[in-house]
């Protein structure tokens, strides 16, 4: 059963930075497309970034430029490098890797429901 393991949550003041890490228990990095996802209070939980196993990446519109997703294969780590935070990025953050066998499919347009495998969330609050 594969498992991902968020961290680098925290409290940080506005146009301030976080980078969280999520690892997994198996290589899957090397094989699976990657994301991370958000989810504040009382919404729907939306996607930050994808990364595909070639590395390639995608965003959401309204986040590009200020956060940024990339992994370690060698050390089964993904990364989301998040900068000038605003009081809206409060959430709790999760990785997530997607069903293997959509492998054929483009990684950049994968919804939610192709995401079988959640880490347990890392809280992020900005405070203005």
């Known amino acids: 059963q594969e498992r991902l393991v968020e961290s680098g949550g925290g409290s940080v003041q506005a146009g301030g930075s976080l980078r969280l890490s999520c690892t997994a228990s198996?290589?899957?990095?090397?094989?699976?497309?990657m994301a991370w996802f958000r989810q504040a209070p009382g919404k729907e939980r939306e996607g930050v970034a994808r990364?595909?196993?070639?590395?390639?990446?995608n965003y959401a519109d309204s986040l590009r430029g200020r956060f940024t997703i990339s992994k370690d294969n060698a050390k089964n780590t993904l990364y989301l490098q998040m900068n000038n935070l605003k009081a809206e990025d409060s959430a709790t953050y999760y990785c997530?890797?997607?069903?293997?066998?959509?492998?054929?499919?483009?990684?950049?347009?994968?919804?939610?429901?192709?995401?079988?495998?959640w880490g347990q969330g890392t809280q992020v609050t900005v405070s203005s």
């Open positions: 198996e290589d899957t990095f090397r094989r699976a497309c």
């Open positions: 997530a890797r997607r069903y293997s066998l959509l492998r054929d499919r483009p990684c950049a347009t994968a919804s939610r429901s192709d995401f079988g495998y």
């Open positions: 990364i595909d196993v070639d590395g390639s990446t």
